[in-house]
């Protein structure tokens, strides 16, 4: 396992449980570390050998239940399936409770699935849940993802795909023939009702 | 985000001006003598108030916050497509001439399609009608609680339901009267208020600035050949004639015009009203440069004039906002009500009521209608464009019923029925299958179809000179 930077925090409890009990040699503590809830901090470095101390590894596994940095993990966002052919998208994100109120938390958009020169949105702190709508988007497939630079939501893929411009043309030149049809019947009828009137000395 | 407002200023300006508005219409109120008083406002309405009132019914919540909305969603056609619904004024401007010299003793559009159509097509338009009444009220409920929302971080309910309970106490209290004249005073509001947002906006950002951030991560917004937005354009535009032909909001204010009042007054309502929604969708897309998130596309327009305006430009929204959704929602109660005591209880239930009858009635009806409305705008199910949309499937397809009503004898009452029912159901598939930009033209097209060849067969040709008596016309 080879985790770098950011990539490394987003520990999922089911990883550490496994490495933990299963003997595994490295533990990936990052999330703790930032905060220093972690009595197995190494100074300067994030990763401990745990080989000799699986028991020690549970006690930590334990204490990231309980942590509420260590929570930073479980952002989860979703895409609505609306919107996809008028270029927009509305994303729905949550973080599992309890958090840091203080997080900061921001999507990332991307037309590359590793989220090389993504844009940032920010979602802004003290919320668990939010929705967020993007649009103007033109077609392609757009990754999503949401949390912070030290823990991500899994990515969202997202596929925006226009209406065909030939249906869009024939239902504006269909809208314009009604609407001259409407300008037509309506000229006609007055002009008719007016003279009818004139003819009746009525009101018209 | 921090809000823009301070929750105790959003609910200061919600109380001062529910109180404002409910004095006026106490104040009117006392003037009223007769039905036709409370329902028409004596049917002498000059050409300032008439202007006034049908320009301020038209801003409505759907134009300072869905044309946001559109232009956020579908760029810069959204904005164009929406002020597209000033057609519908400019072309109902010499209808009403003709509404009000065919039916001098006219109360409600259902008048007019009873007596011109016969019963069926009477009651096919009463339900296309009632079920628009009541999603163009749950749009402007909904409106109330998310810009309340929006700009101060008070909970949905709570705007909603403050702005319900104004503006049924003042509608209850004065009738169309009080309506038209607070309307008067929400138009002057809604002008300044909306210029005013607009110079600052542009003055804080600059065209450039919002240009470069659209072209970079918003391309599709500048995109003139975006094709849901092409779509959108002749959709809108018929939508708003559908909502103005047959909706009783504007047949009661042709009847309560003075004579040779109602085209003019239509016609410089139409015209005023072209800019306005291109002044607040333009708003919207400022928003990439301000790095707003939105979470939903119908809270923009608030949300953008907040950040950039700060304090002031949340104060300024929120008045703006709400007298347009005031200006809207007691019309469209005034004018729903006398159309369900004209046309549901006096035609259906008690045909021999009284106008006292009618009058107690008629009160108890703007009750129940604001009491629905709320319950309806809790669940806050779809955004406002998604909602105002879905009833475009239904008012479209009475467009050519009404036209064809009014100037040409042909038009059966068996064909408008039908037309209106198959337009209704073509435009609700449109609208699921390809999207809410398609619904009303789609509805209006079949509509045309079934009304002119359903009506070719018949031989009998309508007698317009019916429509004058008091009572009269098919049964």
Redesign the interface.
């Known amino acids: 396992m080879d985790l770098k930077g950011p990539e490394l925090v987003p520990l999922s409890a089911s990883l550490l449980l496994a490495q933990a009990f299963g003997g595994g040699r490295t533990c990936y503590l990052g999330a703790c570390s930032r905060r220093g809830t972690s009595p197995f901090l190494q100074p300067g470095g994030r990763t401990i050998d745990c080989q000799a101390h699986g028991r020690l590894c549970a006690i930590v596994f334990l204490i990231f239940l309980v942590c509420p940095v260590a929570l930073r993990g479980q952002v989860s966002l979703h895409a609505g399936a609306q919107?996809t052919?008028?270029?927009?998208v509305?994303l729905d994100w949550s973080v599992s409770a309890p958090f840091d109120p203080d997080e900061r938390l921001v999507?990332e958009q991307s037309s590359s699935p590793n989220f090389n020169s993504a844009?940032a949105?920010?979602?802004?702190s003290g919320r668990i849940a939010?929705?967020?709508?993007v649009?103007?988007?033109?077609d392609g497939v757009y990754y999503f993802r949401a949390g912070s630079p030290v823990a991500w939501s899994d990515p969202v893929a997202v596929e925006i795909r226009?209406?065909?411009?030939n249906?869009?043309?024939f239902?504006?030149f269909?809208?314009?023939v009604?609407?001259l049809?409407?300008?037509g019947?309506?000229v006609?009828?007055?002009r008719?009702?007016h003279s009818h009137?004139m003819r009746s000395g009525?009101?018209? | 985000m921090t809000p823009a407002l301070a929750p105790e200023w959003a609910l200061l300006i919600l109380a001062g001006f529910s109180v404002f508005w409910i004095v006026l219409g106490y104040r009117l109120g006392r003037q009223n003598r007769t039905l036709e008083d409370y329902m028409l406002a004596g049917r002498g309405v000059g050409l300032a108030l008439a202007t006034a009132t049908a320009m301020a019914t038209w801003v409505t919540s759907n134009t300072t916050m869905t044309a946001p909305q559109l232009t956020y969603q579908l760029g810069v056609w959204g904005m164009v497509g929406y002020s597209l619904g000033a057609v519908g004024l400019l072309l109902f401007a010499p209808m009403a001439r003709r509404i009000k010299a065919l039916l001098p003793h006219g109360y409600t559009s259902g008048d007019f399609v009873r007596r011109r159509y016969g019963v069926v097509a009477w009651r096919v338009f009463l339900l296309i009608s009632l079920f628009y009444a009541v999603g163009w009220l749950v749009s402007l409920g909904m409106a109330g609680g998310i810009l309340v929302e929006a700009l101060s971080g008070l909970p949905y309910i709570v705007g909603m339901t403050v702005i319900l309970v104004a503006c049924v106490t003042y509608t209850l209290m004065g009738g169309l009267r009080a309506v038209i004249a607070t309307d008067f005073v929400q138009t002057l509001i809604i002008l300044v208020g909306v210029v005013l947002i607009a110079v600052l906006v542009i003055r804080t950002l600059g065209f450039e600035t919002i240009h470069q951030d659209l072209v970079q991560d918003h391309p599709m917004l500048l995109n003139l050949l975006f094709p849901a937005a092409i779509m959108f354009l002749f959709n809108n535009l018929l939508f708003g004639v559908g909502e103005i032909f047959h909706s009783n909001v504007w047949w009661s204010r042709a009847f309560a015009f003075r004579q040779n009042v109602g085209s003019k007054a239509y016609l410089l309502a139409g015209l005023f009203w072209i800019p306005i929604p291109i002044v607040a969708g333009f708003i919207a897309l400022a928003a990439p440069s301000l790095g707003l998130v939105i979470p939903s596309a119908d809270m923009v327009g608030p949300m953008v004039a907040g950040e950039v305006l700060g304090a002031f430009g949340a104060v300024l929204v929120f008045v703006v906002i709400f007298a347009a959704l005031a200006s809207s929602l007691d019309s469209l109660l005034a004018a729903t009500a006398d159309l369900i005591t004209q046309d549901l209880y006096r035609g259906h239930i008690n045909r021999l009521a009284t106008d006292a009858q009618a009058l107690r009635v008629g009160r108890w009806i703007i009750v129940a209608l604001g009491g629905v409305t709320w319950l309806l705008c809790l669940p806050r199910i779809t955004t406002l464009a998604a909602l105002l949309h879905f009833t475009g499937a239904f008012v479209a397809s009475a467009i050519w019923p009404i036209v064809f009503g009014l100037y040409y004898r042909w038009a059966t009452g068996t064909a408008a029925a039908l037309a209106m029912i198959s337009g209704s159901l073509v435009g609700l598939w449109a609208y699921y299958q390809i999207g809410f930009y398609v619904a009303a033209l789609v509805s209006c097209g079949v509509s045309l179809v079934v009304l002119v060849l359903a009506s070719l067969p018949a031989q009998k040709r309508f007698d317009f000179t019916t429509l004058q008596s008091p009572e009269g016309g098919p049964t």
Do not use: C, Y
């Not at chain 1, 949105?121 to 802004?124: I, T």
């Not at chain 1, 649009?135 to 033109?138: E, I, Y």
């Not at chain 1, 226009?162 to 411009?165: A, G, I, Q, S, Y």
């Open positions: 919107g052919t008028e270029g927009f509305v999507l844009t949105h920010a979602l802004g939010g929705q967020v709508t649009t103007g988007l033109p226009h209406h065909p411009l249906q869009a043309f239902f504006f269909t809208g314009l009604l609407f049809l409407l300008v019947f309506l006609h009828g007055s008719a009702a009137a009525g009101q018209q």
